[in-house]
């Protein structure tokens, strides 16, 4: 590939990485924000434990002003959109820009708290189960942790679709998309939540207790790795973020380019169905 070609496939890989992550990334740090008010309640959150969440908090408002304010890739200043996507939007700011998109993580964890709590619930158990102090706020400190996890599973897939879509090497989608990464904000959390004294309660699960947080897992993970909820919550955030486009006949032609990549990713979920129903 030219340089052309692929500064090219990067810009259009970039549309794709931040519909993902927008979803994804900002549900599990909705999960953690709602997480942390409820461990601020717990009587062993001061000092090191105190210490040790703050400094997740301060990792994720890292992470953001990287992706807003960076000198290197900067995926959120308006002026560097190509022309025809920059038109899009009115007078805003790169801040109200990333805003709306991050927006999106919000509608994810608000149409799939039942999950969240359902998993939530299911670390209750297997702690107060094994004796934990304060088996409630360890578990929500628990299920966050377990969705900054589906953040790193989410990155790593979309990665591999980016690298095998628009034939980018995968050295190249690594340094460009990198900064999507929330891995460094999920150690400070592992370390936080250390702090507390969770992980030797994790450790002495039951097989059977690890099958059915295992099963509250993966039921959230595909609800927050299924692009065709991830083009729907997008276009709810255009429709209740409109004033960040130009004009209203730009907001319908978001909203119609959305129902038709996602007519699509369905008409193309028929068609597999139809072929495993003739092979089998």
């Keep these: 590939m030219t340089q052309q070609e692929i500064n090219h496939a990067i810009a259009n890989a970039a549309g794709q990485m931040k519909l993902c992550c927008g979803v994804v990334n900002n549900a599990a740090w909705q999960v953690c924000l709602d997480a942390h008010d409820r461990i601020k309640q717990d009587k062993k959150y001061r000092n090191e434990v105190k210490r040790l969440f703050k400094k997740a908090l301060d990792e994720f408002h890292a992470y953001e002003n990287n992706l807003i304010y960076t000198r290197g890739v900067r995926f959120f200043h308006l002026d560097d959109l190509a022309e025809n996507s920059r038109k899009m939007y009115g007078d805003i700011t790169d801040q109200e820009y990333y805003d709306f998109w991050a927006s999106t993580g919000a509608t994810m964890y608000y149409n799939t708290r039942q999950h969240v709590t359902a998993l939530q619930h299911k670390y209750k158990r297997v702690f107060e189960a094994h004796d934990v102090s304060d088996a409630d706020i360890v578990a929500w400190a628990m299920t966050a942790l377990t ?97 960040v486009f130009r004009t209203k006949g730009e907001v319908k032609k978001a909203l119609r380019e959305i129902a038709e990549m996602d007519n699509e990713i369905e008409e193309e979920n028929q068609n597999a169905l139809k072929r495993r129903i003739i092979n089998s």
């Excluded at 990155?155 to 989608?173: A, N, Q, W, Y």
């Excluded at 904000?185 to 947080?213: F, H, P």
């Excluded at 993970?221 to 299924?226: P, T, V």
């Design 147 to 243: 969705c900054l996890k589906i953040t790193s599973v989410s990155f790593g897939m979309e990665k591999s679709v980016v690298h095998k879509t628009f034939k980018l090497d995968k050295r190249i989608v690594d340094r460009f998309f990198r900064p999507f990464s929330l891995e460094k904000v999920e150690k400070c959390w592992y370390n936080a939540l250390k702090a507390l004294n969770a992980q030797s309660a994790e450790e002495g699960m039951t097989e059977r207790e690890r099958k059915d947080i295992g099963f509250g897992i993966e039921v959230l993970r595909d609800e927050w790795m299924d692009t065709q909820k991830h083009l729907r919550i997008t276009g709810e955030a255009i429709e209740n973020y409109q004033e």
